[in-house]
């Protein structure tokens, strides 16, 4: 039998969530929205490009949370975009109520799943899903570190003149301009990235992979990004459903480790069949843990704006 995965959010993040997938035949898939007939429609859809692709993965859409029960793996997409005129405490308290809902409807229907959160601000709603669904900290994780590595891997690749798949890259911090790539840990094949990259062009990508998001929501002028995001949510339940031990930056619920608790922040962990199974901590310079403090006490800000409305 295969693994069961649900998609909360039939945008285009969720429905391009699905679509990895399935054509990657990791699980059947649920696709949940509120709107009645888009989750149905683009779920049938890419259940017609089965015989097509050659994949039996079977998709389903709907719009009742009883569809989405026993699921091994449940993902959360669904939020508000910010609206001109919206404050950043609007739209967190948006959703907030939003993440919350989400989970608090999906969780007893599926309570050994591992849920994986998408939305905005990430690291605060993966805080809010944390605390909504009762689970251990090993079973809820941010997608974030697997996006942002992934831009900042693409942007080295195209400067350096190498694949993709020979740069290996880490960073850590919240998912947004205060994120902290960390050079130092960056190699082609295992070696340094300053081999083949200057100082002062590697800081001018590693500060284009802070602003990754807000370069395609400037592109696109109305939306953000889907495909890659859409991709990072796939690798890493891949990784779950595999059990493939990988090593991934996610954001995970720290309990001391660098110096931080409370708050959900980017690390590397080790990723598998239990979810999170092990937070990695680097050895980092004076300079890269200021750096650390300032990303955390920026999503620590918006965890308290979390914690003031009672949540």
């Avoid at 899903?129 to 697997?146: D, I, Q, T, W």
């Avoid at 960073?171 to 947004?176: E, F, I, S, V």
């Amino acid at each position: 039998m295969r693994k069961k995965v649900s998609i909360i959010g039939a945008g285009n993040v969720g429905a391009t969530t699905a679509h990895w997938l399935a054509a990657k035949q990791l699980a059947d898939i649920v696709l949940l929205d509120i709107v009645e007939g888009v989750p149905q429609g683009k779920g049938l859809d890419l259940l017609q490009s089965g015989p097509i692709e050659g994949f039996d993965s079977y998709v389903v859409g709907t719009n009742d949370y009883a569809d989405t029960a026993n699921s091994d793996i449940i993902v959360v997409t669904s939020g508000a975009p910010r609206k001109p005129g919206m404050s950043r405490e609007d739209l967190i308290k948006i959703n907030t109520d939003i993440t919350r809902q989400c989970v608090q409807n999906a969780v007893p229907g599926s309570p050994n799943a591992i849920l994986i959160l998408v939305n905005n601000p990430l690291d605060a709603m993966s805080y809010v899903a944390f605390k909504a669904s009762g689970f251990p900290r090993n079973r809820v994780l941010g997608m974030a570190g697997v996006l942002d590595t992934a831009r900042y891997r693409t942007f080295l690749a195209r400067e350096a003149g190498v694949s993709v798949e020979d740069v290996q890259a880490m960073l850590l911090g919240g998912h947004g301009d205060e994120m902290v790539p960390l050079p130092r840990f960056t190699t082609v094949s295992g070696m340094p990235i300053t081999q083949f990259i200057d100082a002062d062009k590697l800081e001018a990508i590693v500060n284009r992979a802070r602003k990754g998001g807000g370069e395609i929501v400037a592109l696109l002028k109305t939306g953000s990004a889907y495909y890659a995001p859409a991709a990072a949510v796939a690798q890493m339940i891949e990784a779950i459903l595999l059990d493939k031990k990988r090593v991934l930056p996610c954001a995970a619920y720290l309990e001391g480790e660098y110096g931080l608790s409370d708050l959900y922040f980017g690390v590397p962990i080790v990723l598998g069949a239990g979810g999170m199974e092990k937070i990695i901590e680097l050895p980092l310079s004076e300079d890269e843990q200021a750096l650390v403090q300032k990303s955390a006490d920026a999503v620590s800000s918006t965890i308290d704006i979390i914690k003031n409305m009672g949540s």
